[in-house]
């Protein structure tokens, strides 16, 4: 294959029961040169030892064994022994299509300024699959290019983490995955888009994304809800966006909203007006601002800059049409907030 190209990041715990598919998974990938490193996180079952099998038969595998560190460190081992230009994160629970790292190795030769690119994918076992997963990857499959990322970012983590091949002195330039009370992988795509690097997603089901009760983001409080709402806040009050002059509006007045866009409102970027269709909440005053109807935004002139505070990707979709046809453009005249 010639210089290696790619170095997989397979961080592990406990994953026998999955870890064989999965490196199997990996094994078929074609035309690519790359290593596998697989960093145990203190594995108790049998996982290091499939790990160092497959290691003996095929000397692209490499397992390293820091102990139990923790994610973050063990992704961040995986980066610093990284000794290709890419890496490709992978779970040990989750499925490559045999073109994955192929296809996204190309797309990111052909597009220099791109610093991550991603792919479509989808959940498995169907059995398992709730409502509220299957909503969101199929938002999460609409996101592709790199203005609908600029665009959505805000909303919730626009890429599966196991899908995605970075550069990796983009990365490492940004500090790598940062420990704390948040998300680290939307964390570190939240300070990609801060720092200018354009992001994109290949239109094509590159991973099988393996759901049950075990998912990080059902157990682990760094996936709560009010993780991912401090850690939007946090950015959103950065954001260059939020600073021209413009007056803020927030579309959505009800209690849910409130609670969450008061950590923006913390940070200094109080609302002109809210926009809500309840017609029960229309002429009240929240916090100071007056409640309007979405018609009165048609026409205003200069235009307000609109952070759309709704929960459901179906809401998300019939607010951006009727913003759309008054005129607002995605990620330069209104934000969509999770």
């Not at 406990?14 to 960093?39: N, Y």
């Not at 797309?107 to 991603?118: D, F, G, K, N």
């Not at 109080?270 to 909440?281: G, M, Q």
């Not at 100071?288 to 109807?293: C, F, H, K």
Request: charged share 25%; proline share 7%; with cysteine.
């Amino acid at each position: 294959m010639g210089e290696m190209e790619i170095s997989i990041v397979l961080p592990f715990r406990d994953a026998a029961a999955t870890l064989p598919a999965c490196l199997a998974s990996i094994g078929r990938q074609r035309r690519a040169a790359f290593e596998l490193l697989a960093v145990d996180d203190g594995s108790a079952d049998e996982s290091a030892a499939l790990v160092e099998a497959a290691a003996w038969a095929d000397g692209r595998v490499r397992l390293l064994r820091p102990g139990r560190v923790g994610l973050v460190a063990a992704l961040n081992l995986g980066l610093a022994e990284a000794r290709a230009p890419l890496v490709a994160r992978m779970d040990a629970d989750d499925l490559m299509h045999p073109d994955r790292l192929r296809l996204q190795r190309d797309y990111l030769a052909a597009r220099p300024e791109l610093a991550l690119v991603a792919s479509r994918v989808a959940l498995f076992p169907k059995g398992l699959v709730r409502a509220g997963y299957a909503e969101y990857v199929r938002w999460q499959n609409r996101v592709l290019t790199p203005a609908q990322v600029a665009a959505n970012i805000y909303v919730e983590s626009p890429f599966a983490h196991p899908s995605v091949m970075l550069r990796r002195a983009a990365a490492l330039a940004l500090g790598g995955y940062a420990e704390g009370p948040f998300p680290e992988d939307y964390e570190l795509w939240l300070r990609m888009h801060e720092a200018g690097l354009p992001m994109a997603k290949l239109p094509r089901v590159l991973l099988a994304w393996r759901e049950g009760a075990a998912r990080a983001s059902r157990v682990d409080p760094r996936y709560a809800r009010e993780a991912f709402d401090e850690l939007r806040a946090a950015f959103l009050a950065r954001d260059p966006r939020l600073r021209q002059g413009r007056d803020l509006v927030f579309w959505g007045a009800g209690r849910p909203t409130r609670l969450r866009a008061r950590r923006l409102i913390g940070r200094g970027f109080a609302p002109a007006a809210w926009v809500d269709i309840d017609p029960r909440k229309l002429g009240q005053v929240v916090w100071g601002a007056p409640v309007r109807p979405r018609q009165w935004l048609d026409g205003l002139r200069p235009r307000p800059f609109v952070l759309v505070y709704v929960t459901n990707h179906g809401a998300y979709d019939l607010i951006s049409g009727w913003l759309g046809e008054m005129g607002y453009r995605p990620g330069a005249d209104y934000l969509c907030v999770g």
